[in-house]
């Protein structure tokens, strides 16, 4: 008996975005553009009251669902910003990361074979989980000539009509693209109309820099058929805190309980304390960091288009998606890294439709995003 | 946010950026950001642009010695605080001073090149006023944070350079 990955786990390749950060670790000096977190620390006020929950030695287990308290908190709270309605007992779970919510709800709510529409590019664990879940993924590559969102045609076109359920991402990683409500409504309806499950992953909900955010749960008859996946590590820089939570009805967040309480028994006790203070006063930070990223973002897209590049006006999350000047985006992305030391992600790391495209994360600071900008422009001129 | 909001956060943030990074942050054109830098400039809504130095970081050792000063006052009906306040801040070595609430009525910070300097000015220069009643002093040890910048290097970015 010799150890082998098991088949599920052997059908998925290694992350793409592994071969390129360890070429990038290899470099002294980089300005990377390729971090998928907030270059903020978390916010003081949180970190304190999770040193504080600390020296008063509360560092037990919470209940499976989280602490109530958070739980209240987090019903209020997505009440107030989204016009999202959920019972703190029955309808919220709070997670080790939204991540950990997103496989729950694969491995409890999906049947083996069942076929998973996956709007595309997208964060890299979509695809992984839904195939450990004995799902089959259905791609769906959105299109830049959209705008990177998702369309009816482009769900239709992919066969997502046969699908049981679909996962989307808006607020988008890795393309910054959102969706208004009014462009939500016709996925809406895709959804009732063939009867699809949604899981609507909602973690840059609060980087929305020119319309505010609607959910897809709050549209007519969406909220039974949707589970919300948002967290704390985006909007308040909590990443490595690892602390999310899960939206739906209790038909789903009963099973979703069960993985839960028997796999991680509860989200890690610190962080729920931040995240209660973040949520009860940490809106001031979380606007400046909006502010902050929001006037990164309008730099990073003039500076592509002084440069020529073909970037759509990103919208939300803290990432512009530029059509890769080569044909060979990888290629190209090397090459940067290399003559320049500027790290960008190849859009190929993201699932389909991203081939041709880079990411460029703009979660990090205006003088180094200068200089990074700078010599991607000198780069290009050496060509 | 107005267009003058965005460009005075940006200012606040960072003077140093020119009118085309400015634009290129808030959307405006650079003749805009111009206008209203201009603009705030001749109104007085901008003061001026400085440099935020920790000392402590200085090689050679001119560091300036600097000290707050608690200042009481007496009004009559013929002066104000205004008025007071005018009369002191003109001399240069008063860097910055405000009119507070609390035990005593202005808050004076004052800088010299040595304790025995800036102890001369107060007991010479700023005493004798006729409607200084009191003056205490205190001479400033470190600086941990000035205009919302913290000293010191602040933690190393230790996040993976490549993460999804």
Redesign the interface.
């Known amino acids: 008996m010799t150890f082998e990955p098991a088949d599920r786990v052997d059908q998925v390749p290694p992350?793409g975005?592994r071969k390129?950060?360890e070429l990038?670790?290899e470099m002294d000096d980089?300005i990377?553009l390729?971090?998928?977190?907030p270059?903020f620390?978390t916010p003081w006020s949180a970190r304190e009251a999770a040193i504080a929950s600390l020296e008063q030695g509360k560092t037990s287990y919470t209940a499976n669902r989280g602490k109530r308290e958070l739980r209240e908190r987090i019903a209020d709270d997505v009440r107030e910003r989204y016009d999202l309605d959920y019972d703190p007992d029955e309808e919220v779970l709070v997670t080790t990361g939204a991540s950990e919510g997103v496989d729950l709800a694969f491995r409890s709510l999906l049947n083996p074979g069942d076929k998973v529409a996956v709007a595309q590019p997208c964060?890299?664990?979509y695809v992984p989980g839904v195939t450990f879940a004995g799902g089959e993924v259905i791609d769906v590559p959105t299109r830049a000539a959209d705008d990177f969102k998702l369309t009816v045609d482009v769900l239709e076109d992919s066969g997502a009509a046969e699908a049981d359920a679909l996962v989307m991402c808006y607020p988008n990683?890795p393309t910054g693209a959102t969706m208004t409500g009014e462009e939500l409504e016709p996925i809406a309806e895709f959804a009732r109309e063939h009867d699809l499950l949604v899981f609507s992953d909602e973690i840059y909900s609060e980087l929305s820099y020119e319309h505010d955010h609607t959910s897809i749960a709050t549209l007519p008859g969406m909220r039974e058929r949707t589970v919300v996946f948002n967290g704390f590590s985006k909007a308040y820089a909590m990443t490595g805190l690892r602390l999310g939570y899960a939206l739906a009805p209790a038909d789903a967040i009963t099973p979703m309980n069960r993985v839960h309480q028997y796999t991680m028994l509860s989200a890690p006790t610190t962080p729920q304390y931040a995240a209660m203070e973040a949520l009860d006063n940490c809106e001031d930070d979380l606007k400046e960091m909006r502010?902050q990223y929001d006037?990164?973002r309008?730099?990073v897209l003039?500076?592509f288009e002084e440069m020529g590049i073909d970037c759509f006006p990103a919208k939300g999350a803290f990432y512009a998606f530029p059509e890769c000047p080569w044909d060979d985006a990888d290629e190209f992305a090397e090459a940067l890294l290399e003559a320049k030391a500027v790290?960008v992600?190849p859009g190929s790391?993201f699932g389909v439709g991203g081939d041709d495209h880079l990411r460029v994360s703009y979660a990090t600071g205006?003088?180094e995003l200068?200089e990074a900008m700078d010599r991607i422009e000198a780069f290009l001129d050496e060509q | 946010m107005s267009n003058r909001g965005d460009v005075l956060a940006v200012l606040r943030d960072n003077a140093r950026f020119t009118n085309e990074d400015i634009a290129r942050q808030t959307g405006l054109s650079e003749a805009e950001v111009e206008e209203i830098v201009d603009d705030l400039e001749a109104e007085g809504v901008v003061k001026g642009y400085t440099a935020i130095v920790d000392w402590d970081a200085v090689e050679d050792d001119d560091e300036p010695i600097r000290a707050t000063v608690e200042l009481n006052v007496t009004l009559d009906r013929e002066t104000s605080y205004t008025d007071i306040a005018d009369r002191i801040a003109k001399f240069p070595e008063v860097r910055s001073l405000r009119l507070i609430s609390g035990d005593y009525d202005f808050d004076m910070l004052v800088e010299g090149d040595s304790m025995s300097e800036v102890s001369h000015f107060i007991s010479d220069k700023i005493a004798p006023i006729p409607e200084i009643t009191q003056t205490v002093t205190h001479y400033i040890m470190e600086s941990y944070k000035e205009q919302g910048i913290e000293f010191g290097d602040g933690p190393d970015d230790d996040r993976l350079s490549i993460s999804p």
Do not use: M, P
């Open positions: 992350s975005i390129f950060f990038a670790e980089i990377s390729g971090v998928g977190e270059d620390s964060y890299v664990s990683n502010e006037r990164r309008q730099f003039s500076r790290a992600v790391a205006l003088s200068k």
